[in-house]
């Protein structure tokens, strides 16, 4: 969405009366929480014909339902690996269980973000929820070939997070949807996991996207990530498109914009504030315009044209993103 500014940097677009209603509802995940590999909540299944080792997460926050939905549907469809090994988390189960539906939005995590404590010395920490969380996934993650992260966000179209290597970009273009790709470095506060190990490193092949489905509790969301999961599974060889049932299945966007982040704001406390409701996709034509104050310090587009990320105020804390700013680019992968 393009924006216009008056001489003051302000723009006309209307702030939201309210955040949306949370619309999808907990799924019951009953057996299916037990897993079958001495983990709760991770399922793996390896096919006789060698191929990738896959990977399927939902949950790392624990009111981004949509992902569990889409994860659980694999489960309960009975679809196996024609080639490889699949291997299905739900992953902060802690958080989910204090979903709660009239307050939705408490349930993210318990002591620290999930998505916030992959990398380096991560074998060595052990004092939080996440953390622990996180070492008994921590195998699965470094086994894997092919990573797909399921997450939902506070607004905004879906968009698929590349990370900066040019062969998540290729690969987010052969599934040729969401409309919206994002070449980011992920956040200062932590790495996340799609960053994580050979992730994250230029030499090597493994190959990881994080889909926003969209806003959480909004119920297409629960379909753009059944969408994510099908085509993602198609892609690595890891099924066939005659195992996809047709209802997971959505149109491909009509054409894929890719913008490359190239500032993150991060919160200097809790004293953090925007000049407009600003939303995911705005681009703001003017150089300088003010988006907001971070501890009374105002913050500015770097530069004209520029697109608006996950603006969100909603976690704040000292080191959190709150925006980030971002400029559309050819992204041409390998």
């Not at 349930?107 to 953390?131: I, K, M, Y």
């Not at 993650?141 to 966000?153: G, P, T, Y």
């Not at 889909?211 to 099908?230: I, K, M, P, Y």
Request: glycine share 10%; net charge negative; with cysteine.
């Amino acid at each position: 969405m393009n924006i216009e500014t008056d001489k003051a940097g302000r723009s006309n677009v209307a702030p939201p009366t309210d955040l949306p209603v949370f619309a999808l509802t907990a799924p019951a995940l009953g057996h299916w929480r037990n897993g079958n590999t001495g983990v709760e909540g991770v399922w793996s299944f390896e096919a006789s014909e060698p191929g990738p080792n896959v990977l399927i997460t939902a949950l790392i926050h624990g009111n981004e339902l949509c992902g569990a939905w889409g994860v659980l549907d694999v489960l309960q469809a009975g679809l196996r690996p024609r080639r490889g090994t699949l291997t299905l988390a739900f992953c902060n189960l802690q958080a989910f269980d204090r979903f709660d539906a009239d307050h939705p939005y408490d349930s993210r995590f318990v002591d620290e973000d999930l998505n916030r404590v992959w990398g380096e010395g991560l074998a060595q920490r052990s004092s939080t929820c996440e953390q622990r969380r996180a070492l008994e996934l921590l195998p699965f993650v470094e086994k894997a070939d092919w990573l797909l992260d399921l997450h939902s966000m506070q607004d905004g179209p879906a968009l698929m997070l590349t990370g900066l290597q040019a062969r998540n970009i290729a690969l987010a273009k052969r599934l040729g949807t969401p409309e919206y790709v994002i070449v980011d470095a992920g956040h200062g506060e932590g790495r996340r996991m799609r960053d994580h190990g050979r992730f994250g490193d230029a030499e090597a092949r493994a190959l990881a996207l994080l889909l926003e489905c969209g806003q959480h509790g909004q119920l297409v969301s629960r379909d753009v990530a059944f969408d994510g999961v099908g085509r993602f599974l198609v892609e690595s060889g890891c099924s066939t498109q005659d195992d996809i049932p047709p209802t997971w299945l959505r149109p491909a966007a009509a054409s894929q914009r890719v913008f490359e982040v190239t500032d993150a704001i991060a919160a200097a406390g809790t004293n953090v504030r925007f000049a407009e409701a600003w939303r995911t996709g705005q681009t703001i034509g003017k150089r300088g315009t003010v988006l907001g104050w971070n501890d009374e310090v105002p913050f500015h587009t770097p530069y004209p044209n520029c697109t608006l990320v996950m603006p969100s105020l909603r976690q704040l804390r000292a080191g959190v993103t709150v925006v980030r700013l971002a400029r559309e680019t050819t992204g041409k992968g390998d």
